[in-house]
């Protein structure tokens, strides 16, 4: 008799969810799929699934976004456990979300095993959703909503090269609100951030901004945004 037997351990499986943003026409949107079998067919869900005995749960994350979503290359971290009993019809199914905001420009979506369809969906007017991914995402928001304001995190999203505006109206898309122009370049100037170059962009009909970049790319945290 092995140890679990010997405690009458119960059998639950584990799932990984990636939790995927990024901003489109300044627009917060989520990575989500349409499941192609039960439970929850053809209703939309996060990307994501059961993990193998031989995979570390970021390898098992990376790989299921990957096969679902045909995203691949993302810095992902580890959110909370999501684990309620009768969260999933197949038996005890414990998820832990990982988190990402990354930049869609270059990225093809592309499903090949559990998903008919990957689709960039507005955060804020979530569709139907299948499981209690209502509710990982709505953390996830608030996550995401608190490192932007708190860190660099905005680098993982911004182009090489960017003006104040469009970054402000990244951060006005995560956020969902309407930031005042003079108070965000201020703080963003406090804060030390970004190097403003030498080249300049022109913005509609107005005279040309100046363009920025980040001065580190490597994510870290600040005491206040």
């Not at 898309?173 to 100037?189: G, H, I, P, T």
Request: glycine share 4%; charged share 30%; proline share 3%.
């Amino acid at each position: 008799m092995n140890i679990l037997e010997k405690f009458k351990v119960d059998k639950f499986y584990i799932t990984v969810d990636p939790v995927i943003f990024t901003v489109i026409n300044d627009e917060l949107k989520i990575l989500l799929i349409k499941r192609k079998h039960p439970p929850f067919q053809d209703m939309f869900a996060l990307p994501g699934g059961f993990i193998k005995s031989n995979e570390e749960l970021e390898q098992a994350a990376l790989r299921e976004l990957e096969e679902e979503t045909g995203v691949k290359n993302v810095l992902l971290k580890q959110l909370n456990a999501y684990g309620q009993i009768g969260r999933d019809s197949r038996g005890r199914v414990i998820s832990i979300p990982f988190f990402a905001l990354i930049n869609s420009d270059k990225i093809k979506l592309k499903s090949k095993t559990d998903a008919y369809d990957a689709e960039w969906v507005s955060a804020y007017k979530l569709p139907k959703l299948g499981f209690d991914h209502k509710k990982i995402i709505g953390d996830a928001l608030n996550y995401l909503k608190s490192e932007i304001q708190k860190s660099n995190l905005a680098f993982q999203i911004m182009s090489e090269k960017f003006t104040f505006s469009e970054l402000q109206h990244t951060y006005e898309a995560v956020l969902n609100e309407e930031l005042d122009k003079r108070n965000f370049r201020k703080k963003m100037r406090e804060l030390d951030l970004l190097k403003e170059l030498k080249e300049t962009k022109m913005e509609g009909a107005h005279r040309p901004a100046k363009l920025c970049s980040f001065k580190q790319k490597n994510y870290f945290r600040f005491a206040k945004f």
